[in-house]
């Protein structure tokens, strides 16, 4: 009891203020000699360990994270599992590895135990006598360690190394105990702050870039300085009387070189070999500043503008946290693209603004407030995220706080994202992982800074640097500081967003308004009205929202608490309230704003558009509006022609929220008659409810239509679910129910070749995967169903009511597609098809051997009536469906069909951002297709049989707006039976003169 008074007493003051709190005292002495040609970094490492924790060690144990970047490591193996083989196949002498070789502790020899093998990112030893608390021991080993040619944080390449993980580090033992954890593609690293002694042997030209200072030998700085008039800050007294001598730098080998490195307080020592780097220096306050580019990089990086950019990184971030707590930093073009942060030392893929401030921002968050990576990543990765989105705020730019907030919404509603304060590798992929540390924790920041007020945002950040800088950090430390300075709970915010996906909506409930001189209880203060609003809460998310009231001359806001069903909150304001509107800045994540608006006065205009704030706008037909914080309606005209109809003007109205809620249509079409002989004048519409607000859930989607459409008429209701375990690879599900009832009224506007005279009741289920790797594709469709025929006379299909008028109707589809190498591709459908029952089903629901069958083309008004514009006596369209002949005459149909479609394709021009005509391709085609059974065929006075074409076509896909389509002209200049054919007046040669044109890919 006295002991651990007394060693209370010798902790430092500020950990007296936490006494929860201790970190190990740990001093590395490293001597390294790189042999080149072997890529090999060998090195002998001095330990010395002193157990500041209160438990009694009886182990011990180190990273060896270059291990990870070999065959068999956990790392290879969570890449390949997400098909991304890049360590899993490297061999000698291309992976990584880092060998330890004579380890002592307190002098005596022990073995590794490899506890994760067979990955050996970490190793341990059992100590030779226990460590109680206060005592210390060193501990010395030999190793070799070699970076990977190819790279991720560390490699080499040729002369260039990138030293990110090289030496055996010191586990951090701490309150859970020893942190022992393998290293993942998912997670990063945890360190013990040390001192560190470094002695790197290299060969004489190599320029050197790496944490802490030189205390003595050349980094090769001098010689590479492309600013010579700009002397070579060394700081090689930085430390003082700390300072490590000088005489490690003595004696090197004819053509070597050696550098002694030192620095303090660091977590991780890391550095960048390549004899060919550029340098550039600058400083900003004490801090000095090192830039080490790669020889043509002069314009992007020379000439200062690394430096100038690094400079104002350090500035923004010094009056952001405080001071930076170390002597220098030291900017690098690494091998790899991307960027990572090390103590003193970035290494960086570009010179970009942005990416110097995320991982510069990294030397305070995770450098200096130094969390778990792997356990709290959110708290390095979203807070630097954070802090380069409010510098660009700052700097004027427009903030990316809309889209990042939108990108996690979206996937909160598909149940797709997982809570950030997870445990990295336990993410169901590295997408998931990344996108919780880094963009739902990047949110959770600006959740906060919203809540709390950018003032005290920036005190909670200058109070967690002062307190706790040089120290490990977690959610405790930071909530603990959050807390403090704001004067707030802000549990309920901490475990929504870093614990939980929660899904915010809050909605104007009922508003009262008073105006004074009314009776009011208690009196009201001195303006004319008050509004009373009632504030519903209808997720269980629970933050602030910001009420305000709009009045003819002024706007009052007030804040509600947001966790409360129901709340009343009170705003005067001097002129007559005219709308209320919640959370009008957009940031309480709310993912239904159509309900946060109540419009207070009458207008005429509400009649036609009744939710208030509802952008209306002229809608161009390819892309339709669609915003975050309101309803969108799209009003276009319509125009098109039918032989029945003649000219058809209509009016179109589309409605949309966030490009998934609330996608309804209103269709009013006239047919004039006009431009046709005997034209029917008629009157027509089409309601569709798609996705509606009520009905939200995950990946599901819900469609209700009622149409009355150039003589025909009818209901569909249809429901979707789509499934994806993984945002990036492995299956996508799709399972729907559809329930479609067609009468056809109006023979006028029908094909007879297409449409029997009865009307269907038919239900659908269908389940559907697809699967893509790479540039390959392969999906399946499946469904099956049925429906029941009928016409006026009774429940016949063919008017016989001795007929059986139920038939079945299913069909199966696989379509593969694959790059053949260089720029040819090939893809392949298989199709059968059956729709029948005692008899032949209706003609509207039997398979089509050219296409798709004509309840497919009800939505289509170029295609769906008689004489429309793609369906004219000369005009051969092909709606891709069915058996995919597309050389014969699309009316022909039977019972039953298997078919395959192959093509081969070859890419003539590809231009990525260009609109109209953005890539093109030939194509070859051949289609095969057996019916089966069936009755005689009206056109042939026979049952067909088999049936084939062949030929050459031309894709050109273009991109309007949102809509991408494709224009395909195939030439089937071989069919099998040419009587069948598209033309048929061509004549009965199979070979001839054919064409078919369509706006959609051939399957
Ligand atoms: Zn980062």
């Known amino acids: ?9 010798q902790q430092p003051a500020d950990q007296r203020d936490h006494p929860s709190y201790w970190q190990q005292d740990v001093a590395y002495t490293i001597t390294a000699r790189l042999d080149e040609p072997s890529g090999v970094l060998s090195g002998a490492e001095q330990i010395h360990y002193r157990n500041r924790s209160p438990d009694t060690l009886s182990s011990f144990a180190l990273h060896l994270y270059l291990n990870a970047f070999r065959p068999g490591s956990r790392w290879a193996d969570a890449d390949s599992v997400e098909g991304n083989r890049r360590f899993n196949d490297l061999r000698d002498p291309d992976y990584a590895f880092n060998h330890v070789r004579q380890v002592r502790i307190m002098g005596l020899a022990v073995e590794p135990i490899y506890p994760f093998a067979p990955d050996s990112t970490v190793v341990r030893f059992a100590l030779p006598r226990a460590l109680p608390p206060g005592d210390s021991m060193t501990v010395e080993l030999d190793w070799d360690a070699r970076p990977s040619t190819v790279p991720r944080r560390q490699g080499r390449e040729g002369r260039r190394f990138d030293f990110a993980q090289w030496y055996p580090k010191v586990v951090v033992y701490d309150r859970y105990g020893w942190e022992e954890h393998p290293l993942y593609p998912a997670g990063e690293f945890y360190g013990e702050f040390a001192s560190f002694i470094v002695d790197l042997d290299v060969l004489q030209d190599q320029v050197i870039g790496a944490t802490g200072v030189a205390v003595c030998g050349d980094p090769g700085w001098e010689r590479a300085n492309q600013n010579p008039s700009r002397p070579v800050e060394y700081q090689r007294d930085y430390y003082g009387s700390r300072t490590p ?17 030192y620095a303090e307080d660091v977590h991780h020592f890391a550095m960048s070999l390549n004899p060919g780097y550029r340098y550039e220096g600058g400083h900003f306050g004490e801090v000095a500043v090192h830039v080490l580019y790669q020889p043509g990089d002069e314009a992007k990086w020379g000439q200062g503008v ?62 200096m407030l130094a969390n778990n990576e792997w356990r709290e990543g959110w708290l390095d990765e979203g807070f630097t995220s954070f802090q380069t989105t409010w510098f660009w705020e700052v700097m004027g730019r427009p903030s990316t706080y809309p889209g990042t907030e939108a990108q996690i919404l979206a996937l909160d509603l598909d149940r797709q994202t997982e809570p950030p304060s997870q445990v990295s590798e336990t993410y169901k992929d590295f997408t998931s992982y990344q996108i919780a540390i880094y963009t739902r924790a990047e949110l959770f920041f ?53 614990h939980g996906t929660e899904l915010y909506d809050y909605a104007v409930g009922r508003v009262k308004v008073i105006r004074k001189g009314g009776k009011s209880f208690p009196p009201l203060p001195p303006s004319e009205w008050l509004t009373r609003v009632e504030v519903l ?32 909150v009170e705003l005067p304001t001097r002129s007559r309230p005219v709308e209320v509107v919640l959370d009008p800045e957009v940031r309480t994540h709310d993912w239904n704003m159509v309900n946060n608006r109540k419009a207070l006065r009458f207008s005429l205009a509400r009649l036609f558009i009744p939710i208030p704030g509802t952008d209306v706008y002229f809608h161009r037909y390819f892309s339709t509006r669609s915003r975050r914080d309101r309803l969108t309606t799209g009003l276009q005209p319509t125009v098109w022609y039918n032989d029945a109809g003649g000219i058809t003007l209509g009016y179109r109205q589309r409605d949309d929220y966030l490009g998934r809620f609330a996608q309804n249509v209103g269709l009013v079409t006239l047919s004039t008659g006009w431009g046709t002989d005997n034209g029917v004048t008629d009157v027509n519409g089409l309601f569709r409810i798609r996705n509606p607000l009520r009905l939200q ?103 016989r009511s001795d007929l059986d008028p139920f038939y079945y109707r299913g069909t199966f589809e696989a379509i593969g597609r694959r790059p053949l190498g260089g720029r040819w591709s090939g893809g392949a459908r298989l199709f059968a098809g059956v729709a029948t029952g005692n008899n032949d089903a209706a003609k509207q629901r039997q398979i089509y051997f050219q296409g798709a069958d004509p309840l497919t083309q009800l939505s289509n008004p170029f295609l769906r009536s008689r004489g429309a514009l793609l369906v004219g006596e000369d005009f051969h369209y092909q709606a891709p469906g069915g058996a995919g002949v597309r050389g014969i005459d699309s009316r022909v149909s039977t019972g039953a069909i298997v078919a395959l479609n192959l093509e081969l394709t070859r ?62 002209l195939d030439l089937p200049v071989y069919v099998s039976r040419p009587e069948l054919g598209q033309d048929r007046s061509a004549g009965d040669d199979p070979f001839e003169f054919r064409w078919v044109f369509s706006f959609q890919p051939e399957f």
């Open 1 to 9: 009891m006295i002991a651990l008074v007394l060693l209370a007493l």
């Open 245 to 261: 001598s000088s005489d490690g730098c003595a004696g090197a080998a004819p053509g070597r070189k050696r550098v002694r490195w």
């Open 306 to 367: 690394a430096v100038d950019r690094t400079q104002t990184a350090l500035a923004w971030l010094d009056q952001l946290y405080g001071k930076f707590a170390w002597p220098q930093i030291t900017n690098v073009h690494r091998i790899e693209g991307g960027g990572t942060e090390f103590p003193m030392m970035i290494m960086d893929g570009s010179a970009d603004q942005g990416l110097i401030i995320h991982e510069l921002g990294h030397n305070y968050t995770m450098g």
């Open 446 to 498: 600006h959740q906060l800074r919203y809540v709390v007020g950018d003032e005290t945002m920036h005190r909670i950040l200058q109070a967690f640097y002062e307190r706790w800088k040089l120290k490990h950090v977690d959610e405790a430390a930071f909530r603990a500081v959050a807390e403090e300075v704001s004067h707030r709970d802000l549990s309920g915010l901490f475990a929504q967003w870093l």
């Open 537 to 568: 809460r209808k997720s269980p998310g629970r933050i602030p929202v910001d009420v305000a009231v709009i009045a003819e001359d002024d706007t009052a806001v007030v804040r509600a608490g947001g966790d409360a069903e129901r709340e009343w």
């Open 697 to 799: 859930a995950a990946n599901l989607s819900e469609t209700f239509e009622w149409f009355y459409l150039e003589g025909r008429y009818g209901l569909t209701a249809s429901v979707e679910k789509t499934s994806q375990e993984h945002l990036t690879f492995g299956p996508i599900w799709t399972r729907s129910l559809t329930l479609q009832w067609v009468h056809p009224d109006d023979f006028r506007y029908l094909d007879r070749g297409y449409y029997d005279d009865v009307g269907t009741v038919e239900l659908q289920a269908s389940t559907g995967v697809s699967l893509r790797t790479g540039r390959s594709s392969l999906s399946l469709r499946f469904s099956t169903g049925g429906g029941l025929a009928y016409n006026r006379a009774g429940l016949a299909a063919s008017g």
């Open 907 to 968: 890419a003539l021009l590809t231009r990525a951002n260009a609109k109209l005509f953005n890539r093109a391709s030939l194509a070859a085609f051949g289609d095969l297709a057996q019916a089966i059974g069936g009755s005689a065929q009206p056109l042939t006075g026979d049952r067909i049989r088999f049936v084939a074409d062949a030929g050459v076509g031309l894709r050109i896909e273009h991109r309007i707006g949102d809509t991408r389509f494709v224009t395909r």
